[in-house]
């Protein structure tokens, strides 16, 4: 069965941890503040807002994220409590927790792309190189992500993403050692649990 084609970025999806150590699907639950405005879509990088609840970490550089959306819960005025794919823009409600991958170790595969959310591509020569991610809004249908990690890569230690490896299966056709997948690992000290600065 053919690898399915690399169409448009989707975000950040956990796979595994450095050193090979499987992703077991350890998450942390951590509140959102009823009335967020911002929408959290599955796969989005997201952070501590001021008041110390989750938001959408919207930064392409110098980002000081906490981990990845997985998903949100909270008690829906209609529903019960239900499981969404993604929290809502303005979500009333005083139980809400997004479902995050915040283990700072975690490696994430992600769509390279050029620019917004054209599909592009990188070559061995990238592995350790440093990267910055690319934020599309996700989608109200799916309930995905957009996030991508932009093809131009460099040294600097503000850009939040390093690139570890990629995915065999998305070698581009003609072109051997080039990928549209990546895997990616948070560079040293941008997440926020090893970020030596206080908040």
Known sequence: MAYPTVSAPY???PINLVGGRVFAGATRQIPIGSGEGTAIFYGDVVAFNTD???TRDTSTDAATPVGVFLGCSYTDPTFGKVFR???PAGTVASDTVGIVCDDPDALFKAAVVSTTT???YMGRTDVNRNATLVQNDGSTVTGNSAVGIQSTTGTATTLPV???D???ETTIAGEPGSYTEVI?????GVHRYTNPTGV
């Open 118 to 120: 054209n599909i592009s």
């Open 85 to 87: 794919q993604y929290y």
């Open 52 to 54: 110390g609840n989750l």
């Open 184 to 188: 990616v690992k948070w560079v040293a």
């Open 11 to 13: 975000g950040l999806i």
């Open 166 to 168: 990629f995915v065999p």
């Open 162 to 164: 390093r690139i570890v």
